[in-house]
Structures are given as structure tokens and as C-alpha cells.
């Protein structure tokens, strides 16, 4: 089975812009989380997609927002970039339940 | 948001040691998770705990669930150099935040051969 993979691996970006990332489910997974992960930080959780409607949200802006295809892959979308903004982005894959979380290697995005 | 605390921040130990490194949250959770992440890769996980007091083995590593759902522990036996990388510890409380991960803030383990 595929494991979850993402786009772009690396990204770099300037202040004020957008940027939209992208991310394949594993095999048999039909819900995707997304978190951000400051360096020599933990992973912070962003939001939860389940049937293409977000299902938990975190303490991040509405600038961040996401969308789920009836495929279950997921892009997630930030609006007006900061510079703090800059982080590898992760996604994570999983059945129904929330367990056995399988992540991705994530998209290292950088803000200048 | 929301972190674990995780300790410690980091270690450097020689091949063949044991290693230690534990978790503790203000907040209960029904989940404990510890994965391992290492440079240019997203976490993998290692070993997962569903009830309170339970005790897991995967190979060399052992992680317990703590009694008050507030900490959990991981043990690595005779280290090796492929055990090093960021070691974090993950809490989830699923009948209330859907599935999300509140991830410690990670334990570098540097291991010299």
C-alpha cells in the first residue's frame, strides 16, 4: 500500500502571499489531518478533514484553510503569509477513529 | 496551543545504554502515542497505549501508559546509532477533539558509537 506523500517538498515564498500545499492519503484512509511544526518544536495540529468537511480545528487563523476530495487527498491553503508562518507542514492520514495516524514527509515552507 | 511536557530536551548517551524519556500533561487523555522523527521525514510511529496502566513492548522500546492518563513513559534498551533522531510523545482524547494529536515538544537522542 502507498503511504501518504505531499507537495511540493520544499517551498519558498515571499510575505503577503499564498500558498497552497498538497497531500495524498494512504490507501484506505478517509480522514486527513494537517499540522505545522516550528523548528525544534512538536507538530501542532492545523485541522481534521472526514468526509471532505472539516471535522476539529486548532488554534490557527481562518487564514489557514483546507478543502478534502472525494479521493481523500487534501491541500492545505494559507492565505497572506507571515514569516512566522515558516514550518514543514505535515499531513497525516487515517481511517475513521483517528487511529493509526500515518504521516507524510512533509513540505518545508519557508517565508521571506 | 497546547504542549505535552516532554524530558528531557535531549541526550547524549553511549551504544548500548538504556534511555529513559517521559511525558506529563495538565489534562487527561484516553490515547498516549510516541513516534520518532528523523531529519527530512515526518514522525513514524513506534508504539501506541489505549488504557490507563497498560504496558507495550516493540522490540527494544517499552512505553507505558501512566495510571492518571496524564503521563506515559518510553524506555529504549541497548541503544544503537540507528536509535537516533527526535523521539516525541503524542496525547489524544478522541471523544471530544475528533482525533488531533497534542504532541510534547520532542527528545533529541544523540547516540555515540
Known amino acids: 500500500e502507498t503511504g501518504v506523500t505531499q507537495s511540493p517538498t520544499h517551498l519558498i515564498k515571499t510575505r503577503g502571499q499564498q500558498v497552497t500545499l498538497r497531500c495524498s492519503s494512504q490507501?484506505?484512509?478517509?480522514?486527513v489531518s494537517w499540522y505545522q511544526q516550528a523548528l525544534g518544536q512538536g507538530p501542532q495540529f492545523i485541522f481534521q478533514?472526514?468526509?471532505?468537511?472539516?471535522?476539529g480545528r486548532g488554534n490557527f487563523p481562518p487564514r489557514f484553510s483546507g478543502l478534502q476530495f472525494p479521493n481523500y487527498s487534501s491541500e492545505l491553503n494559507v492565505n497572506a503569509l507571515e514569516l512566522d508562518d515558516s514550518a514543514l507542514y505535515l499531513c497525516?492520514?487515517?481511517?475513521?477513529?483517528?487511529?493509526?495516524?500515518?504521516f507524510g514527509s512533509g513540505t518545508r515552507l519557508t517565508v521571506v | 496551543g497546547q504542549q505535552l511536557n516532554q524530558s528531557p530536551q535531549s541526550m547524549f548517551i553511549q551504544e548500548g545504554e538504556d534511555v529513559s524519556m517521559n511525558c506529563t500533561s495538565s489534562?487527561?487523555?484516553?490515547?498516549w502515542l510516541w513516534y520518532k522523527q528523523e531529519p527530512g521525514e515526518g514522525p513514524v510511529l513506534l508504539i501506541a497505549?489505549?488504557?490507563?496502566?497498560e504496558l507495550t513492548s516493540n522490540g527494544r522500546l517499552t512505553a507505558q501508559f501512566g495510571i492518571t492518563r496524564k503521563d506515559s513513559f518510553l524506555n529504549i534498551s541497548a541503544s544503537i546509532p540507528s536509535d537516533v533522531g527526535i523521539y516525541f510523545c503524542?496525547?489524544?482524547?478522541?471523544?471530544?477533539?475528533?482525533?488531533?494529536?497534542?504532541f510534547g515538544e520532542g527528545t533529541q537522542l544523540t547516540v555515540n558509537p
Open positions: 497525516a492520514s487515517s481511517r475513521s477513529g483517528g487511529l493509526g495516524y500515518t
Open positions: 490507501s484506505g484512509h478517509n480522514t
Open positions: 478533514y472526514y468526509r471532505e468537511e472539516e471535522n
Open positions: 489534562s487527561i487523555f484516553n490515547t
Open positions: 497505549l489505549y488504557k490507563a496502566g
Open positions: 503524542a496525547g489524544q482524547l478522541r471523544e471530544t477533539s475528533g482525533s488531533r494529536l497534542t
